[in-house]
């Protein structure tokens, strides 16, 4: 993820500042509300993790003993948000109707199952563009990032990705259809 940090904000944030607290809260709103998009099931969760991470943020920021660890413990705190959400799924709070990430809620080894395939899907990708799309997707690095990285250009980092998706889309395909899948 690629945010600067501002350490006079988040220094006067630290120190208790109110003003700095809440011009520290809309700052990095857009970059943890990016972030939660990768990790969360529904754009709903989305909205609940990051309204949770940055009160948390609010509320502990003083405790925050190295400035420049703030981005990497502020990706850490969304992160947890979301899979706390996730895991309210399995114990019986509804998702979506008729979406695998529903049923793999219900049903332990339905995800499992998903999670297997979409392992497995990332591993048979050739390797030039299953590192773009871990990169791109899994990292949350931008396009020129990528291609600094890997020395190629953006191009060929946007060229990669959109193959690398789309052999991921068709070999998940049958996951779009509830239905023709069936579970062990």
Known sequence: MSAT???S???AARAGDQQAI?????????TVTKFARKYCATPEDVEDAVQETLWIASQKVGALRVTSAFLSWLFQVVRNECLRLIRLYKTG??????TPLERAARE???YLLLKHEVVSAL???????REVVLLRDVEDLTAPEVAALLGISID??????QRARSLLRTHLQHWNNDDSRQSN
């Open 123 to 129: 591993s048979q990708l050739p390797a030039h563009y």
């Open 22 to 30: 809440e011009q520290m809260l809309t700052e990095y709103q857009p």
């Open 93 to 98: 709070s509804a998702l979506p109707p008729d």
């Open 9 to 11: 904000l988040l220094d």
């Open 108 to 110: 332990p080894e339905h």
């Open 156 to 161: 060929a980092v946007k060229a990669r990705l």
């Open 5 to 7: 940090i501002n350490y």
